[in-house]
């Protein structure tokens, strides 16, 4: 019985602490149209967050970057890193970090906030936080 009891504490509390990483794919939603863009994996590198691009939801799947500049010029979108070096900043948020938009081939400021357990806030800004475009991403 303390075996099954103990168990169960410990599954409950893993599923817990797992919940409050922002590790794992998302589907990304366009802030100004409300549709699926596609899905980012998120991922854990020395201690900082990075998102690739693992499939776009739309007709553009072949879609390159032709508006980036460097690495990244005329590259495909899929496999593609555009979220790197995100910091932990508290219990459920993530800054420091930049985020690319191959729609423009901007690179901006970057901050993440688990706001519930499968809805990440990704905020893109430039300087400071208050200038900026907010997005939700959902858990896969």
């Given amino acids: 019985m303390k075996n099954l009891l103990f168990t169960g504490l410990?599954?409950?509390?893993?599923?817990?602490?797992?919940?409050?990483?922002?590790?794992?794919?998302?589907?990304?939603?366009?802030?100004e149209s409300?549709?699926?863009?596609?899905?980012?994996?998120?991922?854990?590198?020395?201690?900082?967050?990075?998102?690739?691009?693992?499939?776009?939801?739309?007709?553009?799947?072949?879609?390159?970057?032709?508006?980036?500049?460097?690495?990244?010029?005329?590259?495909?979108?899929?496999?593609?890193?555009?979220?790197?070096?995100?910091?932990k900043d508290g219990k459920n948020k993530w800054d420091d970090g930049k985020i690319l938009d191959p729609n423009n081939g901007k690179t901006y400021d970057v901050s993440l906030e688990l706001v519930e357990k499968n809805k990440l806030k990704v905020r893109g800004y430039i300087g400071f936080s208050m200038l900026g475009r907010t997005q939700y991403w959902y858990r896969k």
């Fill in 10 to 31: 410990f599954l409950f509390l893993g599923t817990f602490l797992i919940a409050q990483s922002a590790v794992g794919t998302w589907k990304t939603v366009d802030d």
């Fill in 34 to 87: 409300g549709e699926a863009k596609s899905y980012i994996q998120i991922y854990e590198k020395d201690g900082e967050l990075y998102g690739k691009v693992i499939e776009i939801l739309s007709d553009k799947k072949d879609a390159v970057c032709s508006s980036c500049k460097g690495k990244n010029k005329n590259k495909p979108i899929v496999g593609m890193v555009v979220l790197e070096g995100v910091e």
